[in-house]
């Protein structure tokens, strides 16, 4: 259990330093750090229970996308705030380093798989912010047929 609050006091410090980074209001520094920890909670969940990397980073953008939207409407800032801090715990460092470590040690046959696993990630996490992107639009044009 310590494992986890771990991991999710760093997901938020790391999405609430990259709010900082790229010059996020103050206000919603706060914000920032939480549409992270949302998104690495959905991702952690999904990847202890077996599920693979790349359907677990595409649920967790899919959820800081959603988060974002929802801060974005709150704050009345813009989401990209929000979805750039958001998913910068989901971003597959680990995998482009361990790719690039081995391009440089000549070692290719090793770092093609390590590069194709970060690409996928990556495409998956964008993904998850476009898929997000037209459920809410879809959501939003229902309500307002409705109304």
Known sequence: MSYMLTQIVMSFISAAGFGIIFNAPRKSLVSCGICGTVGWIFFRTMTDSGIDAVQASFVGAFAVALAGHGLAKYYKTPIIIFIVAGIIPLVPGGAAYEAMRHIVSND??????????????SGAIAMGLVFAEVFVQLVSRMGAKKA
């Open 108 to 121: 290719y046959s090793g770092a093609i798989p390590l590069a194709s696993k970060a690409f996928i990630i």
